[in-house]
């Protein structure tokens, strides 16, 4: 078994010295590091307290001073535990300490807490250890070592503590709102705590928007709860100040016109806040339209969408009408109005906006004169609109349908066989229910009353028909009119209740016999054979005047007033050419009446066509290339540059070709068979349906002596002008050969 090692005796007097002096040194350090921490803790709150009494101290700005304050007791207090506390933990650490400011008692007093731990030594001379350390005990045991302790500044830094600490006892006890509200927002930096302020203002922003270029007014209200009630509001924009005077509990600062955005401070009491100012485009209607529902009796059921961007809306009496209006941005409140004219307004409402939309309720659309609907609103920053969107309202009466008869003259012959046909168009401002046809005997005398003889539904339409067209059939025969005068005339209905038919002009109906027709047929084409000769008179007329302008020689031609003479006589060629083919119009519709009556002759009715075509060829081919001709030459002498030359010799063609002879090369005489004009046909026909088989001719007779024929040299003598020439009735002179 192995020996047992001795150790030496133990100093117990200079472990307690040295133990004493540890403690000394770790509460002198300590205290340092936390008096230092306090302090500066201290120190920032109050910077950041003072500051907030005299601005809004950026959240930046305050998270510096409790970083300093952080970081101080970060760095300070471990490293003053670690060097004073964990460092000297070994009492020889202590000595060492020691030794640092007294080398010679440190030396002594780490030499002999070596020896009282060295047992190597004190095996190899336990007396002389011994001895040493009763001596070192004896010497150096009740030594005091206060001189050896490191310089420390808890004293001082006690002595500093007082003054912040003085100052944040004040303001606890003389503003806990105060030191509460900057120890929060010195703590919380980031947090959003509001600076606390003896004058407080409702919904005060650091944003202040306001319309571009607009001179406006922004309200300042102080809170209910504000302690002060300074007298003045400042508005610092640089070295612009605007100041406005309590009215109450409330400011009104007049801002100038701005264009681009402005900093400024605002300064109410103990209020320091940065503002800026954002000048903005108030909020303005985009699009505005209304649902106008329609009165239940027009049964249309989803609503008619309006534009009423123009600020004007009509609709029928009875219409509920709701508006939907879109705004430039997203609205706050908004407020509908019911004006009239002078008076006061009626029904405001408050209208719940959605986003930038505003929707109102469907209400029945007023009838008074001088009514309004007008919106105004405030958008989610505070702007209202320029002014109110206004919309003038005006109740319309559902009017009746329009119809008229369309394809029919005023008054029409018809045998009573056949089917009168024509257009029925009626329209209505909210849709056409039906339409109809009625019949009935003319007033005999002024003040009776037309007696109906029946009608007919001709069609029953949608609601929404707003225009419809109906072909009407009237065969009087199948509904018992008889040879006479009648009115017939086209109805129609919409779906007001209580509304009577409306009519379109009436027409008048001849309802005639066969041989009532033929005779009026006959009568109508002497008319048209009058007329016809009228036109050929006319012509004659013309064709002197052709022969006056062909007469010119070339410079004459190109006169100013022989251009004026062309035109004229261009013009006038296609009037005569207007009437003939009237003339021509009228016989094809007189064509067309013979040939729905039995009694008229197919021999007498292929006659008649075919001086019908012969009127119309000429129309459409002579007396047209006559007036083209004399059209084309008065262009041709205006845009002459030299009078004379080939221009000239163009109009002598011209009339030539129109009136009479071709201008001939000088010193040639005129080509007859170029030079004269074919003449016209001359038609001549006898109407032998009325000739009975005893009054017929037998041998054909000339009414007429047959047209001589022209000289074909002779180029001044107009070729004659035959008109349709017809005979009518019994015995009728000049009946052509082969009668009916």
């Given at each position: 078994?192995?020996?047992r090692?001795e150790?030496p005796?133990?100093?117990?007097?200079?472990h307690?010295?040295?133990?004493a002096?540890?403690?000394?040194?770790?509460?002198?350090?300590v205290?340092?590091a936390?008096?230092?921490v306090?302090l500066?803790?201290?120190?920032?709150y109050?910077?950041?307290?003072g500051l907030d009494?005299v601005?809004?101290?950026?959240?930046?700005v305050r998270?510096?001073?409790?970083?300093v304050?952080?970081?101080?007791?970060a760095v300070?207090?471990p490293?003053a535990?670690h060097?004073?506390?964990?460092?000297?933990?070994?009492?020889?650490?202590v000595?060492?300490?020691?030794?640092?400011?007294?080398?010679?008692?440190?030396d002594?007093l780490?030499?002999?807490?070596e020896?009282?731990?060295?047992?190597?030594?004190?095996?190899r001379s336990?007396?002389?250890?011994?001895?040493?350390?009763v001596?070192?005990?004896?010497?150096l045991g009740?030594?005091?070592l206060?001189?050896a302790?490191?310089?420390?500044?808890?004293a001082?830094?006690?002595r500093?503590l007082v003054v912040?600490a003085?100052?944040?006892?004040?303001?606890?006890?003389?503003?806990?709102?105060?030191?509460?509200?900057?120890l929060l927002?010195?703590a919380?930096p980031?947090?959003?705590?509001?600076r606390f302020?003896f004058?407080r203002l409702e919904?005060?922003r650091?944003?202040?928007v306001?319309?571009?270029q607009e001179?406006?007014d922004v309200?300042?209200?102080?809170?209910d709860?504000s302690?002060r009630r300074?007298?003045?509001a400042?508005?610092r924009?640089g070295?612009?100040q605007l100041?406005a005077?309590?009215?109450g509990d409330s400011y009104r600062l007049?801002v100038?016109?701005?264009g681009?955005?402005r900093?400024?401070l605002?300064?109410?009491?103990?209020?320091?806040?940065?503002v800026?100012?954002v000048?903005?485009?108030?909020?303005?209607?985009?699009?505005?339209?209304?649902a106008?529902?329609?009165?239940?009796?027009?049964d249309?059921g989803a609503?008619?969408h309006?534009?009423v961007?123009g600020?004007?809306?009509?609709?029928?009496?009875?219409s509920r009408v709701?508006?939907?209006?879109?705004?430039?941005?997203d609205?706050?409140?908004?407020?509908?109005t019911l004006?009239?004219e002078g008076g006061e307004?009626?029904?405001a409402?408050?209208?719940?906006?959605s986003?930038?939309?505003l929707?109102s309720d469907p209400e029945?659309?007023?009838?008074?004169?001088?009514?309004s609907?007008?919106?105004?609103?405030?958008?989610?920053?505070g702007l209202d609109?320029h002014?109110p969107?206004?919309?003038r309202l005006?109740?319309?009466?559902?009017?009746?349908?329009i119809v008229?008869a369309s394809?029919?003259?005023?008054e029409?012959?018809?045998l009573?066989?056949?089917?009168?046909t024509f257009?029925?168009?009626a329209?209505d401002?909210f849709?056409v229910?039906s339409v109809?046809l009625?019949w009935?005997?003319?007033?005999r005398?002024i003040?009776d009353v037309?007696?109906?003889l029946?009608?007919r539904?001709?069609?029953s339409?949608a609601?929404d028909a707003?225009h419809?067209e109906?072909?009407?059939a009237l065969?009087p025969e199948?509904?018992?009119?008889g040879?006479g005068?009648?009115?017939?005339r086209?109805?129609a209905?919409?779906?007001l209740?209580?509304?009577e038919?409306?009519?379109?002009?009436?027409?008048?109906?001849?309802i005639?016999?066969?041989?009532?027709?033929?005779?009026?047929?006959?009568e109508?084409f002497?008319?048209?054979?009058?007329?016809?000769?009228?036109?050929r008179d006319h012509?004659?007329?013309?064709?002197?005047?052709?022969?006056?302008l062909l007469?010119l020689?070339?410079?004459e031609l190109a006169?100013?007033?022989?251009q004026?003479?062309?035109?004229s006589q261009?013009r006038a060629?296609?009037?005569?050419?207007?009437?003939?083919?009237?003339?021509?119009?009228e016989?094809?519709?007189?064509l067309?009446?013979?040939?729905?009556?039995?009694e008229?002759d197919?021999?007498t009715?292929e006659?008649?066509?075919?001086a019908r075509?012969?009127?119309e060829?000429i129309?459409?081919?002579d007396?047209e290339s006559v007036?083209?001709l004399?059209?084309k030459?008065?262009?041709?002498?205006s845009?002459?540059?030299?009078?004379?030359?080939?221009?000239?010799s163009?109009?002598?063609?011209?009339?030539a070709?129109?009136?009479g002879?071709a201008?001939?090369p000088?010193?040639e005489?005129p080509?007859?068979e170029?030079?004269?004009?074919p003449p016209?046909p001359?038609?001549?026909?006898?109407?032998s349906?009325l000739?009975?088989a005893?009054?017929a001719p037998?041998?054909?007779?000339?009414t007429?002596?047959p047209?001589t024929?022209?000289?074909?040299?002779?180029?001044n003598?107009?070729a004659p002008?035959?008109?349709v020439?017809?005979?009518?009735g019994p015995?009728?002179a000049?009946?052509?050969?082969?009668?009916?």
């Amino acid at each position: 078994m192995e020996d047992r090692i001795e150790l030496p005796p133990a100093p117990e007097r200079i472990h307690a010295s040295l133990a004493a002096f540890r403690d000394e040194l770790r509460r002198r350090k300590v205290a340092e590091a936390i008096g230092l921490v306090v302090l500066v803790a201290l120190t920032s709150y109050l910077v950041a307290l003072g500051l907030d009494r005299v601005v809004d101290v950026p959240a930046a700005v305050r998270a510096a001073l409790v970083l300093v304050a952080v970081a101080a007791a970060a760095v300070v207090i471990p490293r003053a535990l670690h060097r004073w506390v964990l460092r000297h933990r070994d009492l020889r650490d202590v000595a060492r300490e020691v030794e640092v400011r007294d080398p010679l008692l440190g030396d002594r007093l780490l030499g002999v807490l070596e020896l009282s731990t060295d047992a190597e030594e004190f095996a190899r001379s336990p007396g002389l250890v011994r001895a040493a350390i009763v001596r070192g005990e004896s010497e150096l045991g009740e030594r005091a070592l206060d001189h050896a302790q490191p310089r420390s500044r808890h004293a001082l830094f006690g002595r500093l503590l007082v003054v912040p600490a003085l100052a944040t006892a004040a303001v606890v006890v003389l503003a806990p709102e105060v030191a509460g509200n900057a120890l929060l927002r010195w703590a919380l930096p980031f947090a959003d705590v509001p600076r606390f302020t003896f004058a407080r203002l409702e919904g005060l922003r650091s944003d202040w928007v306001v319309p571009v270029q607009e001179e406006s007014d922004v309200v300042l209200r102080l809170a209910d709860e504000s302690r002060r009630r300074p007298d003045v509001a400042e508005l610092r924009l640089g070295r612009v100040q605007l100041a406005a005077e309590r009215e109450g509990d409330s400011y009104r600062l007049r801002v100038p016109p701005l264009g681009a955005e402005r900093s400024g401070l605002l300064v109410v009491g103990d209020v320091r806040e940065s503002v800026t100012l954002v000048p903005t485009e108030r909020p303005e209607v985009v699009d505005a339209t209304a649902a106008v529902h329609l009165p239940d009796y027009l049964d249309l059921g989803a609503p008619v969408h309006v534009d009423v961007r123009g600020g004007a809306l009509a609709a029928v009496e009875g219409s509920r009408v709701a508006f939907d209006l879109e705004l430039s941005r997203d609205l706050a409140s908004a407020r509908r109005t019911l004006r009239f004219e002078g008076g006061e307004a009626a029904n405001a409402t408050d209208v719940a906006p959605s986003g930038a939309k505003l929707n109102s309720d469907p209400e029945p659309l007023s009838s008074d004169e001088g009514a309004s609907v007008a919106f105004e609103w405030t958008d989610v920053l505070g702007l209202d609109g320029h002014a109110p969107f206004q919309v003038r309202l005006r109740a319309l009466s559902d009017e009746a349908p329009i119809v008229t008869a369309s394809g029919v003259a005023p008054e029409v012959v018809q045998l009573a066989s056949n089917v009168l046909t024509f257009d029925v168009i009626a329209s209505d401002d909210f849709g056409v229910r039906s339409v109809g046809l009625e019949w009935f005997e003319p007033a005999r005398q002024i003040g009776d009353v037309p007696r109906s003889l029946g009608d007919r539904l001709l069609l029953s339409s949608a609601p929404d028909a707003d225009h419809v067209e109906a072909l009407a059939a009237l065969r009087p025969e199948e509904v018992g009119l008889g040879a006479g005068s009648y009115l017939v005339r086209a109805w129609a209905m919409d779906a007001l209740p209580g509304r009577e038919r409306a009519y379109s002009s009436p027409v008048l109906v001849r309802i005639m016999t066969s041989e009532d027709h033929l005779a009026w047929v006959s009568e109508r084409f002497e008319g048209l054979l009058q007329r016809a000769a009228e036109v050929r008179d006319h012509e004659l007329e013309l064709l002197a005047e052709n022969e006056a302008l062909l007469a010119l020689k070339d410079a004459e031609l190109a006169a100013p007033e022989a251009q004026r003479r062309l035109e004229s006589q261009a013009r006038a060629e296609r009037m005569n050419r207007a009437r003939l083919q009237a003339v021509v119009s009228e016989g094809a519709e007189l064509l067309g009446d013979a040939a729905r009556n039995d009694e008229v002759d197919a021999n007498t009715l292929e006659r008649w066509a075919e001086a019908r075509e012969t009127l119309e060829e000429i129309a459409e081919s002579d007396m047209e290339s006559v007036a083209e001709l004399l059209a084309k030459a008065a262009r041709a002498e205006s845009s002459s540059d030299t009078p004379g030359g080939q221009e000239v010799s163009i109009a002598g063609r011209v009339l030539a070709a129109g009136g009479g002879a071709a201008e001939a090369p000088e010193g040639e005489a005129p080509d007859p068979e170029e030079s004269v004009m074919p003449p016209t046909p001359t038609i001549l026909d006898v109407e032998s349906s009325l000739v009975t088989a005893d009054e017929a001719p037998t041998e054909p007779a000339a009414t007429e002596e047959p047209p001589t024929e022209r000289d074909p040299a002779d180029v001044n003598t107009p070729a004659p002008i035959g008109i349709v020439a017809t005979t009518l009735g019994p015995g009728g002179a000049g009946a052509p050969p082969g009668g009916p």
